[in-house]
């Protein structure tokens, strides 16, 4: 079964920091791009950031210089590294990609189920 699963979620205060991973099923042979997306209560869907398979990144506005998009392509594995958290970047935090499964077919637009963060006091 082709799967992203993300963890990592939960509540933390301003300024607060949290990592979120996203990790391929044993299925997926190849990451291409990935991505992390959110989607806040009552709002669409957003890009947060995305990553390369050979490492190049991009972020949102709102996420530049508080959050780090990386990879671990042995193992398959994307990351969120959340730092000075807002209030407003409460949502559900989303990755998903482009990848190659094992049995060699090319999927494009994979999404995990998604994780709750909330920044409150």
């Known amino acids: 079964q082709v799967q992203l699963m993300e963890s990592g979620g939960g509540l933390v205060q301003p300024g607060g920091s949290l990592r979120l991973s996203c990790a391929a099923s044993?299925?997926?042979?190849?990451?291409?791009?990935m991505g992390w997306y959110r989607q806040a209560p009552g709002k669409q869907r957003e890009p947060v950031a995305t990553?390369?398979?050979?490492?190049?990144?991009n972020y949102a506005d709102s996420v530049q210089g508080r959050f780090t998009i990386s990879r671990d392509n042995a193992k398959n594995t994307m990351y969120l590294q959340m730092n000075s958290l807002k209030p407003e970047d409460t949502a559900v935090y989303y990755c998903?990609?482009?990848?190659?499964?094992?049995?060699?077919?090319?999927?494009?637009?994979?999404w995990g189920q998604g994780t709750l963060v909330t920044v409150s006091s």
């Open positions: 998903t990609a482009d990848l190659v499964t094992k049995l060699g077919y090319q999927m494009r637009g994979v």
């Open positions: 044993e299925s997926i042979w190849i990451l291409n791009e």
């Open positions: 990553i390369t398979s050979s490492g190049n990144t």
